[in-house]
């Protein structure tokens, strides 16, 4: 099939702005589906809130656009009524870590067979620029004027810790990478994790939410 087969084209242009990597991310996604030959139909993508959350309505495949920080609970249930089912479950800093952080370690204690692509731009885009738990400290933020304190999680160590069996990481800028790892994961039989870093084009934004406001 054809990429543009895997998408619903009059969602298009998307919301992201100009220079975000979620872009890619959802073009490496679609890819590793295709070259993986996955019926889309067999396909569920369940999301929650946010600028990754709004992959869900981009794909032509079954989808869930759920609650904050509920995507992995959503998708649990869907795997446990239809376990011959593929679950995608496409989450950003506060979906995975934030208020979804409890579903995150227990869906990888359980290591339920999905796949958990967390899109990490360390920010919270969507709402302004507030900090996130994968910030890190010395990060400016609208909540964090004179700078973050706290540590950030390392998505890596927390997965394996918490028993996911397949974690890899790349970046929205190594696509054949990223392609690789998802094909892995898709495959690999229980609780996947690949976390991606994305870039967060701040000034970008900020124009735009000044034109927004006047």
């Not at 600028?51 to 656009?65: E, K, N, P, Q, T």
């Not at 964090?144 to 304190?149: D, E, R, V």
């Not at 950030?152 to 069996?165: E, I, N, Q």
């Amino acid at each position: 099939m054809a990429i543009k087969d895997y998408i619903r084209q009059r969602y298009f242009p998307q919301m992201w702005c100009p220079g975000c990597g979620h872009g890619i991310i959802l073009n490496a996604l679609l890819r590793a589906v295709d070259e993986l030959g996955l019926d889309k139909n067999n396909i569920v993508m369940t999301s929650g809130i946010g600028c990754s959350a709004r992959i869900s309505g981009y794909v032509d495949f079954h989808s869930l656009h759920t609650l904050h920080g509920r995507a992995l609970a959503f998708a649990t249930g869907v795997k446990l009524s239809k376990p011959e089912l593929t679950l995608l479950v496409p989450m950003g800093d506060g979906d995975a870590l934030a208020i979804g952080g409890n579903h995150f370690i227990h869906s990888a204690r359980r290591n339920i067979d999905m796949t958990a692509i967390v899109m990490n731009n360390r920010i919270y885009g969507m709402t302004g620029g507030q900090y996130s738990p994968l910030s890190g400290p010395g990060k400016k933020a609208t909540t964090a004027p004179y700078t973050t304190i706290d540590k950030d999680f390392d998505v890596v160590k927390l997965s394996v810790a918490a028993g996911a069996t397949f974690v890899a990481r790349s970046t929205a800028y190594h696509v054949l990478e990223c392609i690789d790892f998802l094909k892995k994961a898709i495959n690999h039989k229980g609780f996947s994790v690949v976390e991606i870093l994305s870039q967060w084009p701040y000034v970008l934004w900020t124009e735009k939410q000044r034109r927004w406001c006047g």
